[in-house]
Every structure is written in structure tokens, then in C-alpha cells.
């Protein structure tokens, strides 16, 4: 039958407006029969579970995700709910496996995290990979490029938040790996090397740096469950995005070295969290992005992938195969992570059959690696695409 769904939030007035500009923008129509609105709030737990308990899947959009994100989970978990978010926080996403992995399981709930562009176009790109690859893919490099048009492009202050708060606390995500244990990937094929921080890419002409988001830790899960799991070639992953020339590397250092002096003293994050625009260049604002900015915006996520051919045996000699890959897509915060989550969502409640055999919290790759989510992107505008083959 037809989806049917509702809208939560804690301001009755505010999901009513959310629900007009809705309309407005993609008529009446679009939205389907009547919508629901349903009252609750993170701070009062009875009000999640009477809102979990009417649904099989909550969409949670409570950036940032370490005040906000568990209350959420908690009340899905515990009232038989599945829960996809779009946090690109490490330390939320692991702890919320070290804390109700087991009891999602046992109510055979999944909670899904990280589905938004981050990290869904790196996760699912990096298998989209694999699959195209005639033999075993062992290594992926993925190079991001933004593209903005003449009004330039900015991003809520929520992920700015989200990434002062996540660095001022790698001890902590350092401390709470160590309490899952994971199992360490076994490395396959060449070792892949990692690159500097500064570095000047031949094939995009521009300085590259390491990507700061989550997608390496994301894709590290999902290899590691797809290894572990059901046996498969786990893919070693390095994520770069692509900054431009020398002018842009200067300001970025300029701004990179300030905050990572200032992200290590209290005084130092309300400083970076009540002056985003500031310290960040104009690349973060507390409004976001205006209409024509994410118009004029556009991501390109390249992925150069290695391996070895048929009958090859990846465990000696060197990489024999080269292909390269792309998932192209529009705005990234507020186009494509929206087009990412209801797509994941989507393939959660209608490809139910080719989800891990039982609940509990997963990864992108690792939840969909065998269902239609590529398609389904595919044909909302997220596109995945072969750049060469090997010949």
C-alpha cells in the first residue's frame, strides 16, 4: 500500500509551517492524504515512545546529534521502531552501536545512521565500486569537489557545532572504540598509503586534503560487517576533497590551525559556536544557505579504485585493475541528504527481504549492500556512474 506519514517536533506551529512551505513548493498533491502532526519533545521521553509506537520508521533530524540524538534512539529501540539519522558524528554513531546494537536485535529493529551525505554517497559509492569491478577491489581513494555558482555556497551552523564538539573529543571516541573491541580489518591486496595533509592532485589540477568528515569511519564499519558477516573482500578507503589553488590552501590553513587551537578550551568552542561566519570564512552561517545558493550548488564524489582481476589472487603481487567511478548529486546539506535519507528509508520499509537477516544498528553499506538503494538514488538525482573501465 501507499506510505503513509506524519511529522514530529516539539512546536505544533512550526510543523505546521514546515507542512505549507511543503505544499507551496510541490502542491498539495505531493504531500499525499492528510499529514499527521504528532507533539514530542527529546526532553520527555514518554512523548518519543507514544510517537515511536505509532510507526515502523522515525526519520531523526536532531543535529547536533551528541546533545540530541539519543532519546530518539532509545524510545525507537524500545517501542519496536526503526530509526534512520543523518549524523555525520563518529562518537554518536559508535556509541549508539556500543549501547543498543544487542537490543535492537532483539526486537528486530534496524537503526540506521549516518544517511545523509554523510556518509551514504562515500559508503554506497565505495561498493557501487566494487560491484562494477570485474575482480576484487582491495583499495578506493575518493576525491570530493564542490561547485558553487556566482551567489557562492554556506552550511548551518549545526554542522559547524557538530564538528567543534566532535573534535574537542577524540579521546573520548578513542576511549569508546576500545570498549566495542571491533576486529581489525585485515588489510587485502597493495597497502594503501596515505597522503599528506596538503597535497596537489595530477588529476584534478587543484590542492587536495584529508576529508574531516565521518565517511572513512562509516565505510571502515560497513567493510567490517560485510568481512565478518558474509565473508566478503573487505576494501581498504581514503577520503580527500578537493580545495583549489594555493590562495585557498593559505586561508584554510590560516583558519585550521585557529581552530584547532581554540576547539581545546571552553572559552575557545562558545567562541567558534557564536561566531560561525566568522572563524569559518562565511563557509558556515547560523541561517543557512539562501534558495539560490543551493541552487547554484553541486557536489562530485570521484572514486579511483584498485584491484585484481579474475582468477588473480589479491593476497600477492601487485593490483593489476584500475577503475573509477563517480556519484554526482545537487546541494549537499539540504538537497541530497533529504533525496539520501527518505531514499534509505524507503529501500528500509520496501526492500525489507534483502536487509541484514536481523536488527540492530548498522551502517549504510552494511544495511543496504543488497537492496535497490543505488536505483532508487539513481533515480532521484543522486547519481552513480562509471567514469573508465579498465581496459
Request: with cysteine; aromatic share 10%.
Amino acid at each position: 500500500g501507499a506510505l503513509r506519514w506524519a511529522v514530529a517536533g516539539r512546536s505544533r506551529n512550526k510543523l505546521r509551517e514546515v507542512l505549507e512551505r511543503a505544499a507551496e513548493r510541490l502542491g498539495k498533491a505531493a504531500l499525499g492524504a492528510e499529514v499527521g502532526v504528532l507533539l514530542c519533545d527529546v526532553g520527555d521521553p514518554a512523548s518519543l515512545a507514544a510517537m515511536a509506537k505509532q510507526t515502523r520508521l522515525v526519520l531523526n533530524c536532531v543535529g547536533p546529534y551528541r546533545f540530541f540524538g539519543e532519546p530518539v534512539v532509545k524510545a525507537c529501540v524500545e517501542n519496536g521502531a526503526s530509526c534512520i539519522d543523518i549524523s555525520g558524528e563518529p562518537q554518536f554513531l559508535e556509541g549508539m552501536y556500543l549501547k543498543y546494537n544487542e537490543k535492537a536485535a532483539e526486537k528486530g529493529v534496524y537503526v540506521i545512521g549516518s544517511c545523509g551525505f554523510d556518509s551514504i554517497p562515500a559508503d554506497m559509492g565505495v561498493l557501487y565500486t566494487r560491484d562494477k569491478l570485474k575482480g576484487t577491489l582491495t583499495a578506493v581513494e575518493s576525491f570530493l569537489s564542490v561547485e558553487s555558482g556566482p551567489e557562492g555556497s554556506c552550511i548551518h551552523d549545526g554542522t559547524w557545532k557538530s564538528a567543534v564538539y566532535g573534535l574537542a573529543d577524540q579521546d573520548n571516541l578513542k576511549k569508546l572504540r576500545k570498549k566495542i573491541g571491533y576486529s581489525p580489518v585485515p588489510v587485502v591486496g597493495a597497502k594503501l598509503k596515505r597522503r599528506g595533509l596538503v597535497f596537489y592532485s595530477q588529476e584534478f589540477k587543484q590542492y587536495s586534503i584529508p576529508f574531516m568528515g565521518s565517511d572513512v569511519s562509516v565505510v571502515k564499519r560497513s567493510q567490517r560487517y560485510l568481512h565478518s558477516q558474509l565473508q566478503e573482500t573487505p576494501v581498504q578507503y581514503g577520503a580527500y576533497v578537493n580545495i583549489g589553488g594555493l590562495g585557498s590552501v593559505m586561508k584554510l590553513m590560516f583558519a585550521g590551525i585557529l581552530f584547532l587551537l581554540l576547539v581545546k578550551f571552553s572559552f575557545g568552542r562558545k567562541l567558534l559556536t557564536k561566531y560561525p561566519e566568522f572563524f569559518s570564512a562565511g563557509r558556515f552561517t547560523k541561517k543557512g544557505p539562501t534558495q539560490k545558493q543551493m541552487d547554484g550548488t553541486s557536489f562530485t564524489m570521484t572514486f579511483f579504485g584498485e584491484g585484481y582481476s579474475e582468477g588473480q589472487d589479491p593476497q600477492k603481487g601487485k593490483p593489476n585493475v584500475k577503475i573509477c567511478t563517480q556519484v554526482k548529486g545537487p546541494e549537499p546539506g539540504y538537497v541530497a541528504t533529504p533525496i539520501a535519507m527518505v531514499q534509505a528509508g524507503i529501500a528500509l520499509l520496501e526492500d525489507s527481504a534483502h536487509l541484514p537477516k536481523e536488527g540492530g544498528v548498522y551502517s549504510p553499506g552494511a544495511a543496504f549492500s543488497k537492496t535497490k538503494l543505488i536505483d532508487r538514488l539513481n533515480s532521484r538525482g543522486l547519481e552513480f556512474s562509471i567514469i573508465s573501465q579498465p581496459e
